[in-house]
């Protein structure tokens, strides 16, 4: 069986930090380029970031650059997200998605296969 998981959720204030981790199961991550794609409520799907198969490029959304980074653990087979100085409009579903290449990153989040249900954040006061 192929799924991605990434658990929990996250609440956080303005200005604050989340951390999430996605892992593979029934295949091994570590050969393909990785993502990050989030959907907010009534909007549609966006590209946050995506990271190269040997974590050599990373490529992020305007939107997030300079706050978050895609860190990923190739033993571990898992790829994180590190939010920084969030905001209220990073609230949403955030999903891990597997491109079908090791070395090729696009800026739409429908062309990476997701599995997993999606993590929700919520940036509130």
């Known amino acids: 069986q192929v799924q991605l998981v990434e658990p929990g959720g996250g609440l956080a204030q303005p200005g604050g930090l989340l951390r999430f981790s996605c892992a593979a199961l029934?295949?091994?991550?570590?050969?393909?380029?990785m993502s990050w794609s989030r959907k907010a409520r009534g909007k549609r799907l966006e590209w946050v970031s995506g990271?190269?198969?040997?974590?050599?490029?990373?490529d992020y959304a305007n939107s997030v650059k300079g706050r978050f980074t895609i860190p990923r653990d190739n033993a571990k087979d898992t790829v994180d997200l590190q939010m920084n100085s969030l905001k209220p409009e990073d609230t949403a579903l955030y999903y891990c998605?597997?491109?079908?290449?090791?070395?090729?990153?696009?800026?739409?989040?429908?062309?990476?296969?997701?599995w997993g249900q999606g993590t929700q954040v919520t940036v509130s006061s």
């Open positions: 998605g597997k491109a079908d290449v090791a070395d090729y990153l696009t800026p739409f989040g429908s062309d990476y296969e997701s």
């Open positions: 029934g295949f091994t991550s570590s050969n393909y380029a």
């Open positions: 990271i190269y198969a040997d974590g050599t490029y990373t």
